[in-house]
């Protein structure tokens, strides 16, 4: 399934799904900082938007006549999208993104370690003879 490009208002709501779990809309809605709080009505157009045009949400319950909705993506996938995003605006390079990361001391230590592990089991998977495809 291809990852939809996500507003930050639609991040917000995904949010409160991915943290709490099923939510009805007015949940989602009471779950925003009350003096930034979006109308009942915007809310529910976005969850639907989500539903229906992203399919980043789904129905998970119906109670009574009213909706009860949980997450149809993961915070990964969204995650992953947005980094797909960000590494686009440099022409699909990383180092200029590292680069930043390691200036701002965002980039740990710990953070290359595992990146190094990963990079090495991505390896070890595409050598024939190491375990991985032929």
């Not at 003096?35 to 129905?59: D, H």
């Not at 009574?64 to 022409?91: C, H, P, Q, T, Y």
């Not at 930043?100 to 230590?109: A, P």
């Amino acid at each position: 399934m291809a990852h939809p490009k996500l507003s930050r208002l639609e991040l917000q709501i995904m949010e409160t799904l991915w943290s709490r779990g099923m939510c009805s809309i007015r949940e989602i809605q009471e779950a925003f900082p009350e003096a930034k709080r979006p109308a009942y009505t915007t809310v529910q157009t976005m969850v639907y938007r989500l539903l229906e045009g992203k399919g980043a949400v789904k129905i998970a319950k119906r109670v009574g006549n009213a909706n009860v909705f949980a997450a149809a993506i993961s915070r990964e996938d969204a995650g992953g999208k947005l980094i797909d995003d960000v590494l686009a605006l440099f022409g699909g390079r990383a180092k200029p993104v590292m680069a930043h990361l390691v200036e701002s001391g965002k980039l740990t230590l710990e953070d290359v370690k595992e990146a190094e592990q990963s990079i090495l089991k991505l390896a070890a998977l595409k050598t024939p003879g190491k375990g991985g495809r032929k």
